[in-house]
């Protein structure tokens, strides 16, 4: 299994929680005289063995991620730390940005002039080539997902660490 398809079952498995912890809740309690529309005890096994299966899947993307080698950019790990900075850089900048250039404000004639404080087009610049290096380096992450196999570990290693 390649790690993009581990990443995608593992969403599925997110969702089918979610699915499943929204159900038990809705049957949970049911009025007197009446039967709940599910088996809210059947529904917990459910999610169990769900969860069971996701643990297995955070663990295998985890460890696999952190022996996978991107070259310059470290291992998977590594790329995926920088990434997530880099989204945050850009989100940082592009509020910067549009704050100083005064995006959402309304201004009337009788208000005194508000000046920005920082350089927008400075801003916007920098936004973009943060952006420009997080596009190239989400592809390189990508393809390493589609062409890197998922380590497997047995229940096993679980306890030896």
Known sequence: MKIAEALSERADAQRRVEQLRSRIAANARYQEGEEPAEDAAALLVEVGEVLTRLR?????????????????DGTMTDALATRDVLRLQHAVLTSAADAAAGQGTRHLRS????????????????????????RTLDGRIQQANWTHDLLDW?????TEG
């Open 154 to 158: 047995t229940e096993q290693d679980w």
């Open 111 to 134: 208000e005194l002039r508000h000046l920005s404080a920082l350089p927008v087009a400075d801003l916007r610049r920098q936004a973009d080539e943060v952006a420009r290096t997080l």
């Open 56 to 72: 297995t899947l955070i663990a295998q993307v985890n460890r696999t991620n952190s022996r996978v080698d991107l070259g310059p």
